[in-house]
């Protein structure tokens, strides 16, 4: 079945803790998206990337890294930076950036 | 800077009747716009994506339409049934040069359909 992963499905993070959530397509897309999903305020673009090695921070980067060392992977890693991390979180691909965007199943991370 | 409305946020509807849900956008030089679905706790499905240079695009009971004059799109769900119940997502990707690729989403609309 050809789709977008994520995972975990629930993810917990500790004060000052770094934690990376998974994001993988086997759609063969060019670009990969992170948004970021908070109740009442809509998706928010964290990161994307239109091409492997290459990647522009979106509207909220502060306090979140990306790598996209191959095509199928676009991971995010959530930093310590960040101090308000909980929400919902979406990873997205698209053929080309101006293309049809699908989406993953997303993670859930919380603050313990 | 692009900014997108959806209007109602929320909406309840009895079974069978047919219902427009409304997309707002400030910034007319848009590439495309998309209509998503979102169940509770659930990634997003793309439902239609109207290209900026087309009026409207149907998928068997849905049918959205975009006026890029006036900033505008709706969905239009005929014959409503339960399992539409969900939120739906209006989001446009703009032309800007500083933000071209980007798309920015509405708030949604949160539809309930009752038997």
């Known amino acids: 079945d050809g789709g977008i992963t994520q995972s975990p499905k629930y993810l917990f993070r500790k004060e000052g803790q770094n934690v990376t959530l998974s994001c993988e397509q086997n759609?063969?897309?060019?670009?990969m998206y992170w948004y970021r999903q908070d109740p009442g305020q809509g998706l928010r673009l964290i990161y994307y990337?239109?091409?492997?090695?290459?990647?522009q921070k979106g509207d909220i980067a502060e306090g979140y890294s990306v790598s996209r060392e191959k095509k199928e992977s676009f991971p995010l890693t959530v930093t310590s930076a960040q101090k308000n991390p909980t929400a919902f979180y979406l990873c997205?691909?698209?053929?080309?950036?101006?293309?049809?965007?699908?989406f993953g199943p997303g993670t859930r991370l919380l603050v313990l | 800077k692009q900014e997108v409305t959806q209007i109602p946020a929320a909406l309840s509807v009895p079974e069978g009747e047919n219902l427009v849900l409304n997309c707002s956008f400030t910034?007319?030089?848009?590439?495309?716009l998309q209509w998503f679905r979102q169940d509770p706790g659930k990634g997003l499905t793309s439902l239609l994506l109207?290209?900026?240079?087309?009026r409207e695009q149907t998928s068997g009971r849905l049918n959205a339409s975009l006026d890029k004059s006036s900033g505008r799109s709706t969905l239009y769900i005929a014959a409503s049934q339960p399992g539409d119940s969900a939120t739906y997502l209006c989001?446009?990707?703009?032309?800007?040069?500083?933000?071209?690729?980007?798309?920015?989403f509405g708030q949604g609309t949160i539809l309930t359909v009752h038997p």
């Open positions: 997205a691909s698209s053929i080309a950036d101006t293309g049809t965007q699908y």
């Open positions: 759609l063969n897309h060019d670009a």
């Open positions: 990337s239109q091409i492997v090695n290459d990647f």
């Open positions: 910034d007319s030089a848009i590439y495309n």
């Open positions: 109207i290209q900026s240079s087309q």
């Open positions: 989001a446009v990707r703009s032309r800007l040069s500083a933000s071209y690729g980007k798309l920015t």
